[in-house]
């Protein structure tokens, strides 16, 4: 693979974390500031579809509302933990040869970053989105949220389904 390959594959995991964190942080302005009619307050219910309903919850832990903390060290821990594994995905991401990878570690790191923003800003997470259907309800979350999600399931998919390009073979 040429340096310029790499560097255009490189470059889809920036755009997907680009627009991954665009995505978060406009639907989160929308929600939390935008529009009158959507605007969401604590105990909100807005009922979207039979299946979505918009309601405001404040993260203050990590996924799936685990760990949660109101304390500032309890934050800066959460930050420092999100700051590493972000840190550590760009470091993977200049490695990266096969696009899906790429794409999936930006998502992570858009949506981590995403999450990080709220932290500092806001203090904790805005989550929002409530999924239900025939009895089931999934937790609150974010598109940062499902940025995370859909990034990890790519990367779960490749490591185990995907493939290794195919590397040049001299003298055959």
Partial sequence: MTT???????????????????????????????FSFIHLAPGDVIRVTPFLNLVMVWNRGVSFGLFQTDD???RMVLLAFSGAVVLALIVW????????LAIGIGLVVGGALG???????LGAVA???HLHAFGYDWYVFNVADAAIVFGVGVLIFESLFGREPSQNKVGT
């Avoid at 991401?93 to 899906?100: D, M, N, T």
């Avoid at 999450?115 to 800003?121: A, E, G, K, T």
């Fill in 4 to 34: 310029r390959e790499r560097g255009d594959v490189r470059l889809l995991g920036v755009a997907a974390a680009a627009l991954a964190l665009i995505l978060d942080q406009l639907s989160k302005a929308i929600l939390l500031y935008g």
């Fill in 72 to 74: 500032m060290t309890g």
């Fill in 93 to 100: 991401l200049r490695s990266v040869k096969i696009a899906a």
């Fill in 115 to 121: 999450n990080m923003i709220d932290r500092v800003v």
């Fill in 127 to 129: 989550d929002f989105f």
